[in-house]
C-alpha cells in the first residue's frame, strides 16, 4: 500500500487548546479520511474530504485536502477530555482498488 | 442494531491452534475488509472482498484464509497460530471502494500463548 506520513506521533495537551496534526504522501489522493479510534473501539470516520482545497468542519474539527492532493490536515479546538484518543488520516486512490491507506496515528492525550 | 459485529471481542488460544473470527454488516453494504492492528497501532490491509469475491489479498501466510457466505459475512480462519499473529484484528464494510468511508467493528483481540 502507499505510505502516509503522520504528525506528531503523540500529543499531550491540557484542555482548551487547540490541536493541529496533519499527513502526508508521496502518491496523489481522490479522497482524504480522518478517523478518531478510543481504546478497545474500531476507528470511528470524523471528516471526509473530496476537492483539492476542500476545507470541512464537523463542530470542533475541521480539515483540510491539500491543494497537491498529497496532503492534508486535521484541527481540534478547543480541546475536551473525551478527545483523548487515537486519530488517523486515511487515503483512497481508485487506482489503488479497495484499499484504504492509514498512517501510523496520532495519540492525544488531554489533562483537565 | 450494531452495524459492523464482530465476534468473539477477545481469542486467547495456544500455538499451533486453529481458529475462526466472525464478521457480520447490516448496512447493505457491497465491500467487506480484514484490517490487522499491531501493537504500534498500525492499521494494515489484510483482505478485500467485494460482493464475495476476493479483491485484495495483500501479503498475509496462507494459514489466513478468509471467506464470504454472502455480501453481508466475512470471516477469517487462521491455521496453525503462531506468537505473531497476537494483534487486533478489524473488520470492516463499505459501499463500493468505500470514497464515503469504512464502517469497522469494534475489533477482535488475539492473544497467541
Known amino acids: 500500500g502507499q505510505q502516509l506520513n503522520q504528525s506528531p506521533q503523540s500529543m499531550f495537551i491540557q484542555e482548551g487548546e487547540d490541536v493541529s496534526m496533519n499527513c502526508t504522501s508521496s502518491?496523489?489522493?481522490?479522497?482524504w479520511l480522518w478517523y478518531k479510534q478510543d481504546p478497545g473501539e474500531g476507528p470511528v470516520l470524523l471528516i471526509a474530504l473530496y476537492k483539492a482545497g476542500e476545507l470541512t468542519s464537523n463542530g470542533r474539527l475541521t480539515a483540510q485536502f491539500g491543494i497537491t492532493r498529497k496532503d492534508s490536515f486535521l484541527n481540534i479546538s478547543a480541546s475536551i477530555p473525551s478527545d483523548v484518543g487515537i486519530y488517523f488520516c486515511a487515503g483512497l486512490n481508485p487506482n489503488s482498488g479497495y484499499a484504504l491507506n492509514f498512517g501510523k496515528g496520532t495519540s492525544l492525550l488531554v489533562t483537565p | 442494531d450494531t452495524a459492523v459485529s464482530q465476534t468473539p471481542k477477545y481469542l486467547v488460544t495456544q500455538m499451533g491452534n486453529d481458529k475462526s473470527i466472525k464478521c457480520e454488516q447490516n448496512l447493505g453494504h457491497d465491500t467487506m475488509y480484514w484490517y490487522k492492528q499491531d501493537s504500534k497501532k498500525f492499521l494494515k490491509i489484510m483482505f478485500s472482498?467485494?460482493?464475495?469475491?476476493?479483491?485484495i489479498n495483500e501479503t498475509v501466510p496462507n494459514r489466513f484464509s478468509p471467506k464470504s457466505p454472502d455480501k453481508a459475512h466475512l470471516n477469517l480462519h487462521i491455521n496453525s497460530l503462531e506468537l505473531g499473529d497476537s494483534a487486533v484484528y478489524f473488520c470492516?464494510?463499505?459501499?463500493?471502494?468505500?470514497?464515503?468511508?469504512?464502517?469497522f467493528g469494534s475489533g477482535t483481540r488475539l492473544t497467541v500463548v
Open positions: 470492516a464494510s463499505s459501499q463500493g471502494q468505500g470514497f464515503w468511508g469504512y464502517t
Open positions: 502518491s496523489i489522493f481522490n479522497t
Open positions: 472482498y467485494n460482493n464475495k469475491e476476493l479483491i
